[in-house]
Each structure stands twice: as C-alpha cells, then as structure tokens.
C-alpha cells in the first residue's frame, strides 16, 4: 500500500479526529513555548484570518450540500438548536457577567466568546459523544451567520454605552465576507467539482483530512501570538476561570432541556447539548484584536475560555452520551 492510499483512508482521519484533544492541547504547549522564546511571536497575528478561513473551509466541506436543505427542513432541531443559543444561553451570560468587576474589555471579552457557539470541532466532540453530529454540521452555516448578526446585538443590550461604542461594525463585515461567505461558496465550488470529476473527489478527499490539523494550527497561532502579550493580562485571565466552570457546567444542561421540551430524540438532543456548551472562540478573535486598545486583556480573557473548554470537552464526551439513556429520560423522535 503507498503511503498516498494510506493517508486517504477514512481510518486515518478517524484516528484524527479520536485524538483532537491531545492534538489541540500539544498545539497549544508548544505555541506557548514559542510564544514565551521566540522573539516577534507577536507578528503571527496576522496569520490569524487567513488560517482561520482555512478551517471553516474544510469545516464547510464536511456538509454535503444536499444536507443543507435537510437541516433547514429540520424546524425542530434548528428551531432548538437557535432557541438555545441565541434565547436561552444569552440570558445565563447576563447573569454571570454581573459577577465580573466593571472592568470593560474583561466584560467585553467574556460577551464575545460565550455569546458565540461552536461551528468547528464541536462537531467532532458530539460524533464522539453519540449526538446527531451530521445535523449539527449542516447547522453550522446558520448558526456561524446567526452569531455574526446578533453578536452586535448583545453587546449592545449587554455594556454601557462607552463599552459598546468600542465595537465597529466593519470587522464584522469584513468577518462575514471572508470567514463565512467566500469559504461556503469555495466549498460548494469543491462539492460541485467533486461530484463531476475523478479529479475533484480525490481532492475533496484529501481536503477532508484537514479539519483537526487546521485547527490545530489557528491554536497555535492564535496562542503563540497572544502569549508575548499576556503579562498584563494575567489577572484579568484568572479572574474570569470560575465563571467559565460555571458555564462549562450549566450550559449543556440547558441544551438538553431546551432539546427536551423541543421533544428531540435523544442523539438530536445531546448535539444541541453540545452546541450550547461549546463556543466560537478562535473566530470571534480577529473581531475583538480590532477593539481599540484590545491588547492585551480581550485576547487573554477569550483564549482562557479555550482552555477551560478544551478540558471540559474531554468530560462531555463521556458524560453527554448518558443523556437520555434512562428509559424515563429518553426523548420521543422528532417528526
């Protein structure tokens, strides 16, 4: 067997995928080793957009267009999935951030990140966590443009208006155009080759092995860029951990029973469980580097979210699985 032929099989990506987490977490080791040793780390922020158009790419490549049409004629589980995190989650995040102290760009990085759910490898986590992964990956469209409209929103509703002002509408613009529209449209280009060329299938196969190691890599340019920079920040970073264990705890509990009183089957459930626990960190990251004076508390308080959510992805996926297993907790299927 060539090595070519064993790169392509799906037994490689699994194994991929299976161990993201030790990938994602060694990526992130050794981002902060060159962060904290080499000199201009610093510089790899402007790296950040293009990788980061990269992995939604490949992420947007994963749902066949067809699934598309399915997961919008799935009211239920959109209706769920949106419910919980553009309604349910956003009033946990007001009453957390009350804890905060009146600190502006902590509260603001707080808001941005968990106000933002996942559209990457969440979808990963879930397949893993026996939920409906294949949904919740032909939700990801909606739910990355969803956030981008109603983020403004928030942060309006949520800061005084000096806060508030900080946030400019041109970064998220310029975050719909290149981190949503023009990946989609290249990932249906690529779907369209792929159906009608030998050509095309092979490269969608071999673009479909990239999911982990682009995140992987927006890790370790976000962290290697973000580290030089955190010697003020520190406090700032540790303050806000205890609100995001708290978050880590509450929120996929409430998907699961937003997904219940929907009336979800169980595996429907467990993916809006996964999804409202787990958020949007590494996009929503250029648009707070475009606050003024972010640097460096905003960039802090969000990668800080990333790590105490790397860790709690590893007990979702043996927890979460056992939502629903009891009979008198087992959710009739959505029709």
Same mark, same amino acid.
């Given at each position: 067997?060539?090595?070519?032929?064993?790169?392509?099989?799906?037994?490689?990506?699994?194994?991929?995928?299976?161990?993201?987490?030790?990938?994602?977490?060694?990526?992130?080791?050794?981002?902060?080793?060159?962060?904290?040793?080499?000199?201009?780390?610093?510089?790899?922020?402007? $790296?950040?957009?293009?990788?980061?158009?990269?992995?939604?790419?490949?992420?947007?490549?994963?749902?066949?267009?067809?699934?598309?049409?399915?997961?919008?004629?799935?009211?239920?589980?959109?209706?769920?999935?949106?419910?919980?995190?553009? +309604?349910?989650?956003?009033?946990?995040?007001?009453?957390?951030?009350?804890?905060?102290?009146?600190?502006?760009?902590?509260?603001?990085? =707080?808001?941005?990140?968990? &106000?933002?759910?996942?559209?990457?490898? =969440?979808?990963?986590?879930?397949?893993?966590? @026996?939920?409906?992964?294949?949904?919740?990956?032909?939700?990801?469209?909606?739910?990355?443009? $969803?956030?981008?409209?109603?983020?403004? +929103?928030?942060?309006?509703?949520?800061?005084?208006? $000096?806060?508030?002002?900080?946030?400019?509408?041109?970064?998220?613009?310029?975050?719909?155009?290149?981190?949503?529209?023009?990946?989609?449209?290249? $990932?249906?280009?690529?779907?369209?080759?792929?159906?009608?060329?030998?050509?095309?299938?092979?490269?969608?196969?071999?673009?479909?092995?990239?999911?982990?190691?682009?995140?992987?890599?927006?890790?370790?340019?976000?962290?290697?860029?973000?580290?030089?920079?955190?010697?003020?920040?520190?406090?700032?970073?540790?303050?806000?951990?205890?609100?995001?264990?708290?978050?880590?705890?509450?929120?996929?509990?409430?998907?699961?029973?937003?997904?219940?009183?929907?009336? &979800?089957?169980?595996?429907?459930?467990?993916?809006?469980?996964?999804?409202?626990?787990?958020?949007?960190?590494?996009?929503?990251?250029?648009?707070? &580097?475009? +606050?003024?004076?972010?640097?460096?508390? &905003?960039?802090? +308080?969000?990668?800080?979210?990333?790590?105490?959510?790397?860790?709690?992805?590893?007990?979702?996926? @043996?927890?979460?699985?056992?939502?629903?297993?009891?009979?008198?907790?087992?959710?009739?299927?959505?029709?």
């Amino acid at each position: 067997m060539t090595k070519g032929t064993l790169v392509s099989t799906p037994t490689f990506r699994d194994r991929l995928e299976h161990h993201q987490v030790v990938i994602y977490f060694a990526a992130v080791v050794i981002a902060a080793a060159v962060g904290a040793v080499v000199p201009g780390a610093d510089t790899l922020e402007g $790296a950040i957009n293009p990788t980061l158009a990269l992995m939604l790419f490949v992420t947007f490549l994963q749902v066949p267009l067809a699934d598309l049409g399915r997961a919008y004629s799935r009211i239920r589980f959109l209706g769920a999935l949106m419910a919980s995190n553009f +309604v349910v989650i956003p009033v946990l995040v007001a009453l957390l951030v009350q804890f905060l102290p009146a600190t502006p760009m902590v509260r603001l990085g =707080v808001l941005f990140v968990l &106000l933002t759910p996942c559209i990457d490898y =969440v979808v990963t986590f879930s397949h893993i966590g @026996r939920a409906d992964a294949r949904s919740l990956l032909a939700s990801t469209p909606a739910l990355l443009i $969803a956030q981008m409209l109603l983020l403004p +929103v928030y942060l309006r509703l949520f800061l005084d208006d $000096a806060a508030a002002d900080l946030v400019q509408l041109g970064p998220f613009i310029h975050a719909f155009v290149w981190l949503i529209a023009v990946p989609l449209a290249a $990932a249906a280009v690529v779907q369209i080759w792929a159906a009608r060329s030998k050509v095309g299938a092979r490269v969608a196969a071999g673009l479909g092995l990239l999911p982990v190691p682009a995140t992987a890599l927006v890790l370790f340019i976000v962290v290697a860029a973000v580290v030089p920079q955190l010697g003020a920040a520190i406090e700032a970073a540790l303050r806000v951990v205890p609100l995001y264990v708290v978050f880590a705890v509450a929120a996929p509990l409430i998907g699961w029973t937003v997904a219940r009183m929907a009336r &979800l089957e169980a595996s429907a459930g467990r993916a809006v469980a996964f999804s409202s626990a787990t958020r949007n960190s590494l996009v929503v990251l250029p648009l707070a &580097l475009a +606050v003024p004076g972010a640097i460096p508390v &905003l960039p802090a +308080v969000i990668v800080t979210q990333t790590m105490v959510e790397l860790v709690s992805s590893v007990i979702y996926m @043996r927890l979460i699985p056992r939502f629903g297993e009891v009979k008198s907790g087992v959710l009739p299927a959505a029709k």
